[in-house]
């Protein structure tokens, strides 16, 4: 597609007298080389000017050395004839101009020339083309098929309702710092990791968190060893057992847990008449201990209460059978 050529401070004076017909001009030798070498169609702007004042401009399709070939009377001028020694420059014209960013078809889809911009629109359509792609990217620009790709690749397949930028600040509170305000309102939160053992929810370990399976592990009852003495740790559990092998003294418990409620399971073993006392610390309804169950292998039920660290109330259930 022919462009129109330009080059800078291009001027020389004719080197012979022409006709108002000719076309065919010669520059000064020496001064050739400042002016471009037209083909293919293209073409450079000639002005040539006499003392006179006349002033004509003309069209250059081919330069062969110091012989400039070209259209006369361009740009509603008049054809004149010129004497040697007229000056002969290469101008910018209207016609140039009109040529370079006035006519549609100096826009290609083919790779980017400078002398084919044009309109906006044509620009549009440069910039759009597949094949300008590596244009696009050194101008860190996209065309309008990318742009809609990649918004429509931000949005995905969001709901109609957070498609936008405003629907999600809205939906984030217009918080700014919704990270921060998040973590803050999860710190004070209790972590998984602090879920209460069985161990733990029987001895009322602090700032924990109890789940259905835990305490059901914690309600399974815990043995207590038969000795004359028998110690009994509150704090291991909520219902224990202990067989009797022979007499025994409850001692008080460790770990009291006040207002803990459980039971002690007392079993005869299998020649019975196994009696059962009790440490200090254990009260009673109307002051009276009970008396276990003398028969072999009998079961009798010792419901506490822990009233305080030091009053533990028992009531018995007798003879559970």
């Known amino acids: 597609m022919a462009v129109a050529l330009f080059a800078n401070n291009a001027s020389s004076t004719l080197a012979s007298t022409i006709t108002a017909g000719a076309t065919t001009i010669s520059v000064q030798s020496g001064d050739e080389g400042k002016f471009p070498s037209p083909s293919g169609g293209d073409w450079f702007p000639v002005t040539v000017v006499d003392a006179s004042g006349n002033m004509e401009i003309m069209r250059c399709t081919a330069r062969s050395g110091v012989n400039l070939t070209v259209t006369r009377a361009q740009e509603s001028t008049t054809a004149y004839a010129f004497t040697a020694g007229a000056r002969v420059e290469l101008r910018a014209t209207a016609g140039a101009f009109t040529d370079l960013f006035g006519n549609a078809d100096r826009i290609t889809t083919g790779a ?127 219902d224990f057992t202990v067989t009797l092998t022979g007499n025994g003294t409850l001692d008080n418990p460790t770990n009291v847990i006040v207002g803990k409620k459980g039971r002690i399971r007392t079993v005869q073993d299998g020649t019975g008449n196994r009696t059962l006392s009790f440490g200090s610390n254990f009260v009673f309804a109307g002051g009276t201990a009970p008396t276990l169950t003398p028969t072999a292998n009998a079961e009798d039920c010792l419901y506490f209460d822990a009233i305080t660290a030091t009053k533990i109330l028992i009531t018995p259930v007798l003879d559970v059978s």
């Open 112 to 238: 980017m020339d400078p002398a084919r911009v044009s309109t906006s629109a044509n620009v549009q359509t440069l910039l759009g083309a597949a094949d300008n792609a590596a244009f696009r990217t050194s101008l860190s620009v996209y065309s309008k098929a990318e742009t809609d790709t990649a918004i429509a690749n931000v949005v995905d397949a969001a709901p109609g309702a957070l498609d936008t930028l405003n629907e999600l600040a809205a939906a984030l509170g217009d918080d700014a710092n919704f990270a921060t305000t998040m973590t803050n309102a999860l710190a004070g939160k209790v972590a998984i990791a602090d879920e209460a053992t069985a161990a733990q929810y029987r001895n009322n370990t602090a700032d924990k968190w109890l789940s259905t399976d835990q305490v059901w592990s914690a309600m399974a009852e815990v043995s207590l060893t038969y000795a004359a003495n028998i110690s009994w740790d509150m704090g291991a559990g909520v």
